[in-house]
């Protein structure tokens, strides 16, 4: 089989009502990504996320490097191309951020083909591990734009479609107004349902064990991303003193920082994802460090969980999946969620086939 075309594509889908973290304002998701073409009618797609900036950035890396690297290569030589693309030219402004993520999309097309071509669903295609659903958990209910009131009937209607966890965000100005936040969804939830809670780096260290101290009381399943991403010492400091787990991997791009963070106990729920490892190939060498130190891997979603869903699946120590559904109508198979758990796709690839109408309605030229 060989890439007879490669080309970027630029998708925003709208979010209804727009929502907010501590860091992020999203009106749309950036859904950036690349579309091979093979000898053998098999097309690939892999896509990176986005607040919707920056994706220009991510697109041009594919077409001028990564794209023309692809012609005439075999898609299942995707540890080679994933090797050349990284030390490729790219290599002295990469290793990180926008490099990667245009790497993760990439990476993602090849194994999208290869799992097309055998006709099993990727996660088949991995070795499977979980055959019939996973654990979904919900962030959806829980934006820091949220009045505490919509908080609130937010997480009873995310709880009565049968989800038994759910995340909140936190890192406001005032953490006394974060605490009565918690406190509220706690109290209307019950001690049943699993809470995590996401500062988005707003802390610093003092903050972090000042307020996870009080915020210990509300028997989280995590805090996450208590503080700047880069600061592992830090985070060994929270995860030896405070009773709630560490949990972070969003921004941390390759196995190396993994290790160390892993390696210095600094983290407790390994959040490793994707669209920003560069793709399947690294993560599958993520999940394995983790599992070496039997640390759970519960990845964030900046795929919205159409990939992840079969990379968990595939994971003996990936335990849960975070569930966000924004940009779940544009797929030919979208992820979706029953009663708490994600039900396993059963079509050939890795669930990341767009539907054409929705490729053409939300593409940016
Ligand atoms: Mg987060």
Not at 27 to 35: A, S
Not at 286 to 295: C, E, K, P
Not at 336 to 357: C, H, M, N
Request: a negative charge; hydrophobic letters at 40%.
């Amino acid at each position: 089989m060989k890439i007879i075309s490669a080309e970027s594509f630029i998708l925003h889908v709208p979010i209804t009502p727009p929502i907010t973290d501590a860091i992020n304002v999203a009106t749309h998701w950036g859904v950036t990504g690349i579309r091979i073409v093979t000898d053998e009618g098999i097309t690939g797609y892999g896509y990176t996320g986005t607040c919707a900036n920056g994706d220009e950035m991510i697109a041009q890396t594919i077409d001028r490097y990564y794209a023309p690297a692809l012609i005439g290569k075999d898609p299942f030589m995707v540890k080679q191309i994933w090797d050349e693309l990284r030390f490729g030219p790219m290599h002295w402004i990469g290793r990180a951020g926008i490099t990667h993520m245009a790497l993760a999309a990439v990476d993602i097309a090849l194994w999208d083909i290869m799992s097309k071509s055998v006709n099993k669903p990727l996660w088949q295609y991995l070795g499977g591990h979980k055959p019939d659903k996973i654990k979904a958990y919900n962030t959806n209910g829980g934006w820091l734009n949220w009045s505490k009131e919509r908080l609130i009937s937010d997480m009873s209607a995310i709880l009565e479609e049968g989800f038994t966890a759910v995340k909140m965000k936190v890192g406001l100005p005032d953490s006394r107004e974060d605490f009565d936040r918690v406190k509220a969804v706690r109290k209307a939830i019950g001690d049943d349902i699993g809470l995590m809670i996401d500062v988005n780096q707003q802390w610093n260290i003092t903050t972090a064990m000042t307020w996870g101290k009080k915020l210990e009381q509300f028997d989280l399943i995590w805090l996450e991303e208590p503080l700047n991403p880069d600061d592992i010492g830090n985070h060994r400091k929270l995860a030896d003193e405070l009773n709630v787990p560490i949990a972070l991997g969003e921004h941390v791009y390759n196995k190396y920082a993994f290790r160390d963070y892993i390696e210095r106990g600094a983290v407790e729920y390994v959040q490793v994802d994707v669209t920003r490892v560069a793709g399947v190939t690294e993560w599958l060498q993520v999940a394995g460090l983790a599992a070496a130190y039997d640390l759970p891997v519960c990845p964030h979603v900046g795929d919205m969980g159409q990939i992840h869903q079969h990379l968990v699946a595939a994971t003996p120590n990936a335990i849960m999946l975070e569930y966000i559904p924004w940009i779940r109508h544009i797929f030919e198979e979208p992820a979706t969620v029953k009663d708490g758990f994600y039900v396993l796709p059963q079509q050939p690839g890795a669930s990341t086939t767009i539907i054409p109408r929705y490729f053409e309605e939300y593409r940016v030229k």
